[in-house]
């Protein structure tokens, strides 16, 4: 008989947690090939794997809804201070460019802000793991499996691994500042006003 509902979760499980394929079948103790096997719905997995995946699977929580995009003034708006002052093009283009690096910023810092979430959800779910594996000296493979979990995990959410992150919110955000403040420079100007 083969698997139908179980591949589905174990790619989820990895997918949540951020595992590969390795790490997942080290903790429930069976090998990589049996997992892989088992997410195509080839093979099955044994009674005590699909407990610990369990475990795993009782941890995900759905994704909220992704956020409104903010509000940003209409371009015309924008646009109306450079029409009237040509000499304001380049500060209009500075405002553009700092929008385009900001975004670029914030995509390059996704797939870090990823990875600490997955460790964030693998760090709270330790204590359920340890709890998941049989006594010793049974789940010896699990065991180191989930020692090595550990010490990645508080790597991966240490003071040293959360500089890059950091750095990239925070030239992000000055970014956003300055275009803000371009925008709002832009927005202050009447027909009348002399731009310096």
């Not at 499980?13 to 997942?24: I, M, P």
């Not at 929580?61 to 992704?66: E, L």
Request: proline share 9%; hydrophobic share 50%.
């Amino acid at each position: 008989m083969k698997a139908t509902t179980y591949p589905s979760a174990s790619r989820t499980v990895r997918a949540y947690f951020g595992l590969k394929q390795n790490e997942l079948a080290g903790y429930l103790d069976v090998s990589r090939a049996l997992l892989a096997g088992a997410e195509i719905g080839r093979r099955e997995l044994p009674t005590a794997a699909l407990l610990r995946l369990a475990v795993l699977a009782q941890a995900i929580t759905p994704a909220p809804p992704p956020a409104a995009p903010a509000a940003t003034a209409s371009a015309a708006a924008g646009l109306l201070p450079v029409t009237l002052f040509p000499a304001l093009r380049p500060l209009a283009a500075r405002r553009a460019d700092c929008l385009l690096e900001a975004d670029r910023l914030r995509h390059a810092a996704a797939p870090l802000r990823r990875q600490a979430e997955q460790a964030r959800r693998l760090r709270a779910l330790l204590p359920a793991l340890e709890a998941a594996l049989a006594p010793l000296p049974a789940d010896e493979r699990p065991r180191r499996w989930l020692a090595v979990l550990t010490a990645s995990t508080a790597h991966t959410l240490g003071p040293a691994a959360d500089v890059p992150r950091a750095r990239l919110a925070a030239r992000e955000a000055g970014l956003r500042a300055e275009a803000e403040w371009i925008g709002t420079y832009f927005e202050n100007m009447s027909e009348n006003s002399v731009p310096f």
